[in-house]
């Protein structure tokens, strides 16, 4: 059972900057794909970013070249960092873990277990 706790959100204006962490319990952590997802009012939650075990790293074209994920194994913590952000990525933000951690999948039903979210608002 891995538990995940997100942390970092809140409201900052376009063009502003946001890290968010993720804690993870257990001793397995460095074993698990990592990905980060958001999902708007009224829309389907979407693929973010991930990061494998390997510290392999895929992002969505809608953030690439602005959003950066990391992981700390050692802390068990996954982070994403997001620089210019723009209203467009107001969402609820959530971290994921799979325990395939060659798999850093896009798809949320591939994930084993998610965290409660963390807001982020961009205003205009």
């Known amino acids: 059972q891995v538990q995940l706790v997100e942390s970092g959100g809140g409201l900052v204006q376009a063009g502003g900057s946001l890290r968010l962490s993720c804690a993870a319990s257990?001793?397995?952590?460095?074993?698990?794909?990592m990905g980060w997802f958001r999902q708007a009012p009224g829309k389907d939650r979407v693929y973010v970013a991930g990061i494998g075990s390997s510290s392999g790293t895929y992002y969505a074209d809608s953030v690439k070249g602005r959003f950066t994920i990391s992981r700390d194994n050692a802390k068990n913590t996954v982070y994403l960092q997001m620089n210019s952000l723009k209203p467009e990525d107001t969402a609820h933000y959530y971290c994921?873990?799979?325990?395939?951690?060659?798999?850093?999948?896009?798809?949320?039903?591939?994930?084993?277990?998610w965290g409660q979210g963390t807001q982020v608002t961009v205003s205009s």
């Open positions: 257990g001793r397995t952590f460095s074993s698990y794909a």
């Open positions: 994921a873990a799979n325990s395939r951690g060659w798999m850093i999948s896009r798809t949320p039903r591939e994930y084993d277990y």
